[in-house]
Nanobody, 125 residues
Framework: QVQLVESGGGLVRPGDSLRLSCAAS????????FGWFRQGPGKEREFVAT????????FYSDSVKGRFSITRDNGKNMVYPQMNNIQSDDTGVYYC??????????????????WGQGTQVIVSS
């Protein structure tokens, strides 16, 4: 059973940067694909970014492309989305998901079998 714990959320201003973290345990980290989703107030959960187990495949949603980047540290079982030039629409709860499948573009949330509890990001001036 894979367990995921997100951290790093908080209150930020537009234009700020923030790095979230996802700590994974209980599985073979190097064989998992990780994804980040977010859910804004009154919105559906939406895809943000995904990275496969070899770092060769990374996809971003159009809304964050060019501003966010995702990396993973297989030695520490950690995944890090780096959020730059944060905008008000980035407000939401950010969830880390893990999948035994491949990284695909615009994956549905059902592509991921394990989820963390989320970390909240609030963007306010």
């Amino acid at each position: 059973q894979v367990q995921l714990v997100e951290s790093g959320g908080g209150l930020v201003r537009p234009g700020d940067s923030l790095r979230l973290s996802c700590a994974a345990s209980g599985g073979t980290f190097t064989t998992l694909t990780f994804g980040w989703f977010r859910q804004g107030p009154g919105k559906e959960r939406e895809f943000v970014a995904t990275i496969d187990w070899q770092d060769r495949t990374i996809f971003y949603s159009d809304s964050v492309k060019g501003r966010f980047s995702i990396t993973r540290d297989n030695g520490k079982n950690m995944v890090y989305p780096q959020m730059n030039n944060i905008q008000s629409d980035d407000t939401g709860v950010y969830y880390c998901g893990a999948s035994s499948g491949r990284a695909i573009m615009n994956p549905p949330s059902g592509h991921y079998h394990y989820w963390g509890q989320g970390t909240q990001v609030i963007v306010s001036s």
